[in-house]
């Protein structure tokens, strides 16, 4: 089952374009450890690392540090499906 199915295209693409980025960021939490994700603000590195770790962006609020990296860093790849079956 396809959780994305039932976006709207203006959310599916906001998605993509979050994926898409140019920029690289390090975003580190104390439970789910750390993930390299594409970055073009820390809340859509922070959103990024919540889907790929498969929770909600809420849980890791507090504790959630992001850091930039060198251009050299290579990001993970975009979820296919959404980890937490929402």
């Known amino acids: ?11 599916r693409r906001a998605r993509e374009s979050r994926w898409k980025a140019k920029t ?8 789910f450890g750390e993930v ?4 073009t603000s820390n809340y859509a590195a922070m959103l990024n690392a919540a ?3 498969g929770c909600d962006w809420l849980e890791i609020i507090d504790d959630v540090e ?3 990296v060198g ?4 990001p993970v790849k975009m979820p ?4 937490n079956g929402r």
């Open 24 to 31: 690289c960021s390090r975003v580190v939490h104390p439970r």
């Open 36 to 39: 390299i994700v594409p970055h």
């Open 80 to 83: 296919r499906h959404e980890r």
């Open 51 to 53: 889907e790929y770790w």
């Open 66 to 68: 992001v850091w930039t």
């Open 71 to 74: 251009p050299d860093a290579v």
């Open 1 to 11: 089952m396809n959780p994305y199915k039932d976006m709207t295209l203006a959310a």
